[in-house]
């Protein structure tokens, strides 16, 4: 069964650090792209950050140079080490494979499945 | 940066279709993603690639673009399709998410 299983969040005060991970079975993640995404409380989904197959990583702006992610080979896992946190990144964090296709047609297709549970982090004082 | 833009809410008699939009410029070149969130639990994929449904994901539920919009259709909408409706697309090298749809089934 393909799984996503997310952990490490928690309360973490301004300005402090946090790492989350995401453990997979039922696929490879470095095969694949994976990416964070995050909910704060009452509001929508927004995109954090992607790391393909080939190791490259992009990041919304609103935590570029903060937030960094990585991925272990050996366990299988994603990481998001989160830095410099702040109030506004209190929210659920969710992993996800990030799939993606062209069809017959041509065209390039994109999607998010499957999701990890979430992990809370809240950064109050 | 682009937008998607979402109806933050829209309602629905049991039984009959309803239409959730999703409108960008993103959209003219790349193809939305849909998904169903439940209060409490993680979004679920429901339309992938045009207009393809993951396994388990009822055939009640399709997808269509046109220009900058791209739809989810409910056809028969059930009791248990009340939730959150997100589309998702690609902006540059980031994704974008649409503000979410409340979907209320009366």
């Known amino acids: 069964e393909v799984q996503l299983v997310e952990s490490g969040g928690g309360l973490v005060q301004p300005g402090g650090s946090l790492r989350l991970s995401c453990a997979a079975s039922?696929?490879?993640?470095?095969?694949?792209?994976m990416s964070w995404v995050r909910q704060a409380p009452g509001k929508g989904l927004e995109w954090v950050s992607v790391i393909q197959s080939g190791g490259g990583t992009y990041y919304a702006d609103s935590v570029k140079g903060r937030f960094t992610i990585s991925r272990d080979n050996s366990k299988n896992t994603l990481y998001l080490q989160m830095n410099s946190l702040r109030a506004e990144d209190t929210a659920v964090y969710y992993c996800a494979r990030d799939e993606s296709h062209y069809d017959s047609s041509g065209y390039y297709h994109e999607w998010f499945d499957p999701w990890g549970q979430g992990t809370l982090v809240t950064v109050s004082s | 940066s682009s937008e998607l833009t979402q109806d933050p809410a829209v309602s629905v008699a049991l039984g009959q279709t309803v239409r959730i939009t999703c409108q960008g410029d993103s959209l003219r070149s790349y193809y939305a993603s849909w998904y169903q969130q439940k209060p409490g639990q993680a979004p679920v994929l429901v339309i992938y690639?045009?207009?393809n449904r993951p396994s388990g994901i009822p055939d009640r539920f399709s997808g269509s673009t046109s220009g900058n919009t791209a739809s989810l259709t409910i056809t028969g909408a059930q009791a248990e399709d009340e939730a959150d409706y997100y589309c998702?697309?690609?902006?540059?090298?980031?994704?974008?998410f649409g503000g979410g749809t409340k979907l209320t089934v009366l």
């Open positions: 690639a045009k207009n």
């Open positions: 039922g696929f490879t993640v470095s095969s694949n792209y």
């Open positions: 998702c697309s690609r902006d540059s090298s980031a994704k974008v």
